[in-house]
């Protein structure tokens, strides 16, 4: 996820771009970059790191010009840096993005066939080329763009500036957002409403497919087709921190909701249904290599070892490796059995966690091969693995974890697929079906996000309780897990998550009428048994909530029964998770605590 701003008008660009960017920092902070047409010719400045520094850059050379565009990023292809920072430039155009090319690598390869020079390692780049060259073959400026959109694939936002078309900037859009502002005599873009709320509130939305032409004194907006669209305002109302929160009261519930684009950003472009297969882009190791694994060591903390401990299930089921898991405070300090054909998988959101980092050396002095699923870009933990399967959910700013963990779970299961077709535990019709059940999932996210309102009402009813229990089977023990732990975080209620065979070796004793219990009874192959464990918590009193995609066969005797969306067995427990995560949030709400900064916890845990 990054931001991108563009602006034409009267005024001078450089410091509107500026301070439209720093509303949108929370989409992308790793670099930053601006382009504005002065005296006629294009000037770019981009730097590395926080806004400041471009801030700074611009203090000591400022630009001048009454059109420009700006970005600000969250790597995805090629590391932060300030040659991967846009915009990029090819010739007399620039280009801000935000999304990803799916088929940069085919694009790019045709491009340098042709003499192309590439600066930086981004998909983006791919882009600006494409424009110039056919500009350089006589295309006017709208019609090169239009060109450009037919050959690649992917989601995006992108805003072009020409140096030879000096009066506009021309707009894309497909599965990211962009919204145009209308000012007097001045039209702004941006990825968010909050971008534009200091100098307009006439907004209006692209749609997919759609392309605008944006100049001062306005816009016209095109079709797939090329035909005119006509597109009316919207007046915002909003302040502008609730707007930064895209209209959610929290970051918290606005990360839950976007949680079907995150799962689709990290399974796009990975995933050949035609074959069954998974490209595992981030491994830097061969098919023999990777067949040669003898064990998958998982290693993580807190929500991330949730995840690792459904990744087992994933990896030894799918892909037939054997994998054990470990908190990262405990793995640095046993002598776990690891080898040159050992994998160490780290899970970790953003990259930074001391105790999981730790994990690194121990396994390199053993020769042990490391690979990360990391949300940040050039991380720590980035930076110190072999190969890293980036998980495509952009910046999460709630200390709650939420969008990370589900597309740790995306990440997961693509690895057992991919090393499953490569070890031969799943042929290509098994593959085929698994990735047609993935690429449901994000609509089935989005069936399960609609018990907001029943999840609401349930949290008014128990935010009373002081202990909760939370049970599961298999894959879904640890959603239980971390559910619970998703209620401590932010409500401050005590929680524990059991496998729900276990609850009758000691936590049976806590139940009694005051004692809610969350099951989850997915109708799998635990179905029957995890029934037994739910009518054990009923015949004591026990207030059962239900999460079941098979309600028909539970009695009157449970406190609620909530539907979620059928899906397959290794994809439940992200299917499972949304409702927790809502649950947790509204008890949260409703107790009045600090939902998005609970006390005592920090995002990332950088000290032992
Ligand atoms: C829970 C939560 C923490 C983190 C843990 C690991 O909501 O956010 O439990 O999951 O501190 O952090 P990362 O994934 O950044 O290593």
């Not at 990440?411 to 698994?434: D, K, T």
Request: net charge neutral; glycine share 10%.
């Amino acid at each position: 996820m990054c931001g991108i701003v563009g602006y034409v008008g009267g005024r001078e660009a450089a410091p509107i771009i500026l301070a439209s960017l720093k509303k949108l920092e929370y989409r992308g902070y790793d670099s930053a970059g601006i382009a504005v047409l002065s005296h006629g010719k294009l000037a770019v400045c981009r730097s590395e790191g926080k806004l400041e520094n471009l801030e700074l850059a611009l203090r000591q050379k400022p630009i001048s010009g009454t059109i420009g565009i700006g970005h600000t990023r969250w790597a995805t292809h090629g590391r932060p840096s300030e040659l991967n920072a846009h915009p990029h430039r090819a010739g007399e155009v620039v280009v801000v993005h935000n999304g990803i090319i799916e088929n940069y690598l085919d694009l790019k390869e045709e491009l340098l066939g042709r003499g192309v020079k590439f600066d930086s390692e981004t998909d983006t780049e791919v882009v600006a080329h494409l424009v110039n060259e056919k500009i350089n073959k006589g295309a006017e400026f709208l019609a090169a763009v239009q060109k450009t959109l037919k050959e690649i694939d992917g989601s995006y936002a992108l805003v072009f500036l020409n140096q030879s078309d000096p009066k506009r900037l021309i707009l894309a859009k497909n599965s990211t957002p962009i919204v145009i502002g209308c000012g007097d005599g001045e039209t702004f873009v941006a990825s968010d409403i909050p971008a534009l709320l200091d100098y307009t509130r006439k907004v209006t939305f692209l749609e997919d497919g759609e392309v605008a032409e944006v100049r001062a004194d306005g816009f016209r907006v095109l079709d797939r087709k090329g035909k005119a669209v006509q597109r009316s305002f919207k007046e915002i109302a909003w302040d502008a921190v609730a707007a930064q929160k895209g209209g959610y009261r929290h970051f918290m519930l606005k990360e839950i909701h976007e949680q079907p684009r995150a799962i689709t950003d990290t399974f796009r472009g990975r995933i050949s249904p035609k074959n069954g297969d998974v490209l595992l882009d981030g491994l830097p190791f061969g098919p023999a290599e990777l067949r040669e694994i003898d064990k998958i060591h998982l290693v993580a903390c807190g929500t991330a070892w949730h995840a690792a401990l459904v990744g087992k299930f994933m990896l030894e089921e799918i892909a037939q490796i054997p994998a054990e898991v470990d908190y990262g405070s405990e793995f640095r300090y046993r002598f776990p059995l690891l080898g040159s054909r050992s994998l160490l998988l780290l899970i970790s959101q953003s990259g930074e966690t001391a105790d999981t980092l730790a994990g690194v050396n121990l396994a390199r002095s053993k020769g042990s091969r490391i690979v990360s699923i990391c949300n940040v870009v050039d991380s720590s933990l980035a930076r110190k693995s072999d190969g890293v399967l980036y998980t495509h959910a952009g910046p999460e700013i709630s200390v709650a974890s939420t969008k990370a963990f589900t597309t740790q779970l995306t990440a997961l299961f693509l690895l057992a697929v991919g090393l499953g077709r490569l070890r031969g535990s799943v042929n290509v019709s098994e593959g085929r079906r698994f990735l047609r059940e993935l690429i449901h999932l994000p609509k089935k996210i989005e069936e399960a996000l609609k018990l907001e309102n029943d999840f609401d009402q349930l949290a008014r009813e128990l935010k009373g309780a002081a202990n909760f229990l939370y049970l599961g089977r298999g894959l879904n023990y640890p959603i239980a897990q971390e559910g619970a732990l998703k209620l401590k975080e932010i409500s401050y209620i005590h929680a524990e998550g059991y496998p729900a065979g276990e609850m009758k070796h000691g936590p049976i004793a806590l139940i009694d009428e005051t004692m809610p219990v969350l099951v989850l009874v997915p109708k799998d192959r635990y179905f029957q048994k995890t029934m037994g464990n739910l009518k054990e918590v009923e015949s004591r009193g026990g207030k059962t909530i239900v999460l079941t995609d098979e309600p028909g066969t539970f009695a009157a005797s449970a406190f609620r029964v909530l539907t979620v969306p059928k899906t397959s067995h290794y994809l439940m427990p992200i299917v499972l998770t949304i409702p927790l995560q809502l649950f947790a949030y509204y008890v949260a709400v409703h107790r009045g605590t600090d939902v998005d900064q609970p006390r005592n916890l920090a995002k990332s845990v950088t000290v032992e």
